[in-house]
Structure formats: structure tokens, C-alpha cells
């Protein structure tokens, strides 16, 4: 069974930062990432990291959130500094399978950030 297993999510002041992890049960991911929800609207992508390197971001977080992964221990990051009050919301880390495309999600870690 595939699982994903996220952490690091909580309370911050404005300004503040904080790093989510996400651990794969297996290495058969070829992008991985995060998205977001916050209360009252749709889920949006935030960062993705290729098995090989290559990001993309979110305009909203470019400049303050870094996304990494290790594939020798099939963990993916998320540093996020200089977090701001709209950037509340619960935080889901997401894989692609290799061949099929099939996704497969964590169950989401909440971030807060007070104002």
C-alpha cells in the first residue's frame, strides 16, 4: 500500500516560517508536491519538484517557499518563510506514479498563521 505521511504543519506569527515534510512509503514518484486549501476555496497548487530537480511554484509563494526532495529516503520538503495570514490553510503533500499518472495524496497537515 502506497502511503504518503506529511508533518510540520502548525501555529506561526506573520513573518515566521515553517517546514512541512512528506514521506513516501515507496520511490515510484516521479513529481511530487503540495497544493492547498483554505477554508471557502478550491484547492491550488503550491510547489512541485521533479524526480530530477526541476520546481515550479505558485506566483503567491515565489521568493519565500522552497521546495526540495530527497530520493534516496523518498521525502519531499516545503520551507516556507516570511509566511503571511493568507497563506493559512491545510497543506497536502501529492505524488504522481511513475507510468500510470495515477496521484496519490497524504492527508493534509493544517498551517496557521496569525496575524
Known amino acids: 500500500q502506497v502511503q504518503l505521511v506529511e508533518s510540520g504543519g502548525g501555529l506561526v506569527q506573520a513573518g515566521g516560517s515553517l517546514r512541512l515534510s512528506c514521506l513516501a512509503s515507496r520511490s515510484i514518484f516521479s513529481v511530487m508536491g503540495w497544493y492547498r486549501q483554505a477554508p471557502g476555496k478550491q484547492r491550488e497548487l503550491v510547489a512541485s519538484?521533479?524526480?530530477?530537480?526541476?520546481?515550479d511554484y505558485a506566483e503567491s509563494v515565489k521568493g519565500r517557499f522552497t521546495i526540495s526532495r530527497d530520493n534516496t529516503k523518498n521525502l519531499v520538503y516545503l520551507q516556507m518563510n516570511s509566511l503571511k495570514p493568507e497563506d493559512t490553510a491545510v497543506y497536502y503533500c501529492y505524488a504522481v506514479r511513475v507510468l500510470s499518472g495515477a496521484y496519490y495524496w497524504g492527508q493534509g497537515t493544517q498551517v496557521t498563521v496569525s496575524s
Open positions: 519538484i521533479t524526480g530530477g530537480g526541476t520546481t
